[in-house]
């Protein structure tokens, strides 16, 4: 495998764009979540798109090669609540490895039918498999219950062994990053870097990158469980990412002076995926592919970022406009950052 930081040292790398939009383009029934194996099962599966991978994985492999096709670097791993917590609204929480390995092993094909059908098209070896960690439906910084403000639905150490077996199932299926996304609450991201750590040491095998991304919430600069970015940052800091950005809750143009304030912070590679604008009344999004490529090669010319791609409402489309738009653009070099107290 290529050595992803001389990449990043070379051009903006592309992640892909969201799977859950690609996955509501097939319309897919009750019947189809279920296949034969779970035919019987005593809850609703609609809406549980990780399952996918164990009763549709020719859907998701196929989804991974669009992505690969319109130009993304990195695909993820169809595995956003792919933990015990989070799947135990279906009653499968004893899935989770299994779908874990079984999205890590179809990202994986993909990459590998996708370089043997275009075996002139990149840098061999130059696309990755990130292994997708979600926030958890159970947040260990916030109370459920509004009269009870001290009570927690989680804790510390249930969240990190759930986390705990996902990497193992993710590092086990092959993956080649960790990306821990989408994060509301920095509690549970510490949860998840204690667990790929302690992973890594358990089975004495080198660490592999973690990336990491946070989603500030509103206008207000802060995520969801009160830290502005600059808090969030230092608070995971401590991982030593590969890269740390932004994704979700925001649109390109509402989401740029936080990406801006981030490159100016982070000592590390950053990173930023938008959703297609915001959500209209229907919840769809509408902004176009080049819309959304327009306002991502802004902040590559003003040299922002080093990962880009999409999040919500994206395509294929938005993913290609995106690699078009930014593939001469230098990445943002690494600042040198002063220690100071």
């Known amino acids: 495998m290529a050595d992803i930081r001389a ?9 892909d764009g969201a799977m859950g939009t690609m996955i509501q383009r097939h319309k897919l029934t009750e019947e189809d979540y279920r296949g034969e194996r779970f035919k019987d099962w005593p809850s609703d599966l609609k809406g549980n798109n990780d399952l996918l991978c164990l009763t549709q994985p020719d859907i998701i492999k196929g989804i991974h090669k669009e992505y690969l096709e319109a130009g993304a670097d990195i695909i993820e791993t169809n595995t956003f609540n792919a933990q015990r917590v989070s799947m135990a609204d279906y009653g499968m929480e004893a899935l989770s490895y299994e779908i ?3 999205a890590a092993k179809i990202a994986k094909q993909a990459i590998k039918e996708y370089q043997e059908e275009n075996p002139n098209s990149q840098v061999p070896n130059s696309k990755f498999v990130a292994g997708a960690i979600g926030p958890m439906n159970k947040t260990l910084s916030l109370s459920p219950d509004v009269n009870n403000p001290g009570f927690r639905a989680l804790t510390f150490d ?3 062994d759930a986390y705990y077996e996902q990497v193992k199932g993710l590092v086990d299926g092959g993956i080649d990053l960790i990306l821990i ?4 609450d920095t509690l549970n991201a510490k949860a998840a870097i204690f667990a790929v750590k302690k992973y890594f040491r358990d089975v004495q095998q080198p660490e592999l990158p973690i990336m990491i991304s946070g989603t500030i919430t509103d206008a207000s600069g802060r995520t969801l469980s009160g830290q502005t970015l600059e808090a969030f940052y230092t608070s995971i800091m401590h991982a030593r990412p590969l890269s740390v950005g932004l994704n979700c809750a925001l649109g390109a143009t509402q989401m740029r002076p936080h990406i801006e304030e981030l490159s100016t912070i982070a000592a590390c590679y950053t990173s930023a995926y938008p959703n297609a604008g915001l959500p209209n009344a229907m919840g769809e999004y509408d902004e176009h592919p080049s819309d959304t490529a327009h306002f991502i090669e802004e ?6 970022v080093n990962i880009v ?3 919500c409402g994206t395509t294929p489309d938005h993913i290609r406009h995106i690699a078009e738009h930014v593939k001469t653009i230098k990445p943002r070099p690494l600042p040198t950052l002063e220690a100071a107290l």
Do not use: D, H, P, Y
Not at 8 to 13: C, G, H, W, Y
Not at 181 to 184: M, N, S
């Open 7 to 15: 990449l990043l040292n070379q051009r903006i790398l592309v992640i």
């Open 100 to 102: 874990n390995v079984a």
């Open 158 to 160: 249930e969240a990190v």
């Open 181 to 184: 996304e989408t994060i509301f």
């Open 299 to 304: 902040w590559a010319k003003e040299g922002f």
């Open 309 to 311: 791609g999409g999040c």
